[in-house]
């Protein structure tokens, strides 16, 4: 049996900027509106859930509020600088300075939709407990609607 929470629905949603390298459009600074999904498998326990996932949603909702309005700036790119105030980007022969409070650094090689759903799976099951029923989570992370990339941990 499966859970889903479907992001845009449940307002787990965010708006960020991002960049991405070497590519031909997205090579360009730019934003998306963001949503987080999820999928939550498991055998339902006697009490007829699989579980609460009110503190899923809450989680989620923490994640998109800590991206909402921020360049996300993937610091794992050998190209990103942080200093005191402002973070550097270089992307190809463009030179990005950006005030670091208007910035989010996330340990990922590019801020794309594949390694964000990355990101928030990671943080899930760092912060998450999940009942011994649940067999498999799953992540979706939507750049605009009906387009997305999801990632997933089997239990
Ligand atoms: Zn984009």
């Known amino acids: 049996m499966r859970l889903e929470i479907n992001g845009w629905a449940s307002k787990i949603v965010f708006s960020a900027t991002h960049i991405i390298p070497m590519h031909s459009k997205c090579g360009r600074l730019h934003g998306h509106d963001y949503a987080i999904n999820t999928k939550i498998e498991g055998e339902m326990a006697p009490n007829g859930v699989i579980m609460d996932f009110i503190s899923v949603k809450e989680f989620l909702r923490g994640v998109a509020a800590e991206l909402d309005h921020r360049v996300l700036i993937p610091a794992k790119d050998p190209g990103v600088t942080i200093g005191k105030d402002y973070v550097e980007y270089i ?15 996330l340990e990922i090689e590019v801020a794309s939709a594949e ?34 990339a999801w990632t997933g941990h089997d239990f």
């Open 91 to 105: 992307v190809g022969d463009k030179k990005l300075t950006l005030p670091r409070c208007d910035c989010i650094m």
């Open 115 to 148: 390694t964000l759903a990355n990101f928030v799976l990671k943080r899930m099951l760092d912060k998450v407990k999940f009942p011994e029923n649940v067999t498999r989570i799953e992540i979706g992370v939507d750049e605009g609607r009906g387009q997305g």
